[in-house]
């Protein structure tokens, strides 16, 4: 084991030993920019997957998250919105409500993952944010529904891939579109900040592809590792 002398802020020397695999993560990271080992050494990093099912719950709750906080802020919101959500979830067959949790701040229903799909291909966002900016969430929110929707897919072909990852980069571009035009002239609405995507939207985006390609040479596909009958299990007990 090599050890190495540091000297502290308070002047005292400490000895400071590491073993050879620290080291080595330390080159790496100067290399790569990778902060610590593996999780899992045992697994090749090639063969993690990410699990359809929480790509839908967690994106699918920052939308819902970046629509009711926008909502919420408006003064009238408690007794013409709030009513007007939870009747249009209602006509989803979704059971869906708002309530104040500690702190006197407003919370909703946590949903599963077939309500998020229904809600996704069907709820009508334009109802409540108007103008363009509305279409063009609600589009977001149909367009997210069908990218997840080709992830599931047992058969795509390589071009099929290649087209998914184009159309999921321009889906995160989108979400985090900016306002465009001068503030006095006829402007295109912005959308979202880039400080609002997550890292599954990075991952929808960027690697879920690559897992793809990989598994498509495997004779497999990404739904086939998905926990969604676990979570089916979970709901009917």
């Not at 610590?36 to 994106?59: G, M, S, T, V």
């Not at 993952?113 to 609600?138: C, T, W, Y």
């Not at 087209?163 to 999921?168: G, L, S, T």
């Amino acid at each position: 084991m090599d050890q190495i002398w540091e000297n502290t802020g308070n002047s005292k020397w400490h000895k400071i030993e590491y073993t050879f695999k620290q080291k080595l993560v330390e080159i790496d990271i100067r290399g790569t920019g990778k902060k610590k080992l593996p999780l899992f050494p045992a697994i090749d990093q090639e063969n993690y997957i990410p699990d359809e099912l929480h790509l839908l719950l967690r994106i699918s709750d920052v939308l819902m998250e970046c629509l009711f906080n926008d909502l919420i802020k408006k003064k009238e919101f408690e007794k013409q919105i709030k009513p007007v959500i939870e009747a249009a979830f209602k006509e989803l067959s979704i059971q869906f409500e708002f309530f104040k949790s500690v702190g006197n701040k407003w919370n909703w229903t946590s949903l599963m993952g077939p309500d998020k799909k229904k809600m996704l291909k069907n709820f009508p966002v334009s109802q409540f944010i108007f103008g363009a900016r509305g279409e063009d969430i609600e589009q977001l929110w149909r367009e997210f529904y069908r990218l997840y929707s080709i992830i599931r897919q047992p058969q795509l072909s390589d071009q099929e891939i290649d087209q998914y990852k184009v159309d999921a980069e321009n889906w995160v571009r989108t979400f985090c579109r900016p306002s465009q035009g001068d503030v006095n002239s006829l402007q295109k609405h912005g959308l979202y900040r880039k400080s609002d995507v997550t890292p599954y939207m990075h991952v929808f985006a960027k690697h879920i592809p690559l897992f793809m390609h990989q598994l498509k040479a495997k004779d497999l596909f990404l739904r086939i590792c998905s926990a969604s009958g676990i979570e089916k299990k979970t709901i009917s007990r």
